[in-house]
Nanobody, 124 residues
Framework: QVQLVESGGGLVQAGGSLRLSCAASGRTFSTYDMGWFRQAPGKEREFVATISWSGGRTYYADSVKGRFTISRDNAKNTVYLQMNSLKPEDTAVYHC?????????????????WGQGTQVTVSS
C-alpha cells in the first residue's frame, strides 16, 4: 500500500509559477507510475500529467502541455509538478495518484492510491 501527501499549493497571480510535491510512504514507490489530477469546484476530475516508474516516460493533458512538467525522485519517494505560466483556469485541488498498471493513460480508474490534495488558486 502507498500513502500519498501533497504539498506546495497556494495562491499565485496569473503568469506565476508553483511547484507541487507529493511524498509517498513505503519502499515500493519506485515501482509505481505516478499521476497528477485536478478538480475544480463543480467540475469533473481532470487528468493533468503522468510519469512512468523510472521517470523515462511522461504524458500530459493538452491543456497543460508546454507549461507543466512532471518529474520524480525515487530516492526521495517524491513526485513533483512544476507549473509555469499559470492561468485562472488552472485553479483546482490537485491530487497525486499511484498506479501499478503501467498503462500511462489519463484514466483515473487506473490509479489505486490517491492523496488528499492541495489547493491551487490562480488570480487574474
Amino acid at each position: 500500500q502507498v500513502q500519498l501527501v501533497e504539498s506546495g499549493g497556494g495562491l499565485v497571480q496569473a503568469g506565476g509559477s508553483l511547484r507541487l510535491s507529493c511524498a509517498a510512504s513505503g519502499r515500493t514507490f519506485s515501482t509505481y507510475d505516478m499521476g497528477w489530477f485536478r478538480q475544480a469546484p463543480g467540475k469533473e476530475r481532470e487528468f493533468v500529467a503522468t510519469i512512468s516508474w523510472s521517470g523515462g516516460r511522461t504524458y500530459y493533458a493538452d491543456s497543460v502541455k508546454g507549461r507543466f512538467t512532471i518529474s520524480r525522485d525515487n530516492a526521495k519517494n517524491t513526485v513533483y509538478l512544476q507549473m509555469n505560466s499559470l492561468k485562472p483556469e488552472d485553479t483546482a485541488v490537485y491530487h497525486c495518484a499511484a498506479s501499478k498498471l503501467a498503462t500511462m493513460t489519463g484514466a483515473a480508474d487506473d490509479y489505486a492510491y490517491w492523496g488528499q490534495g492541495t489547493q491551487v488558486t490562480v488570480s487574474s
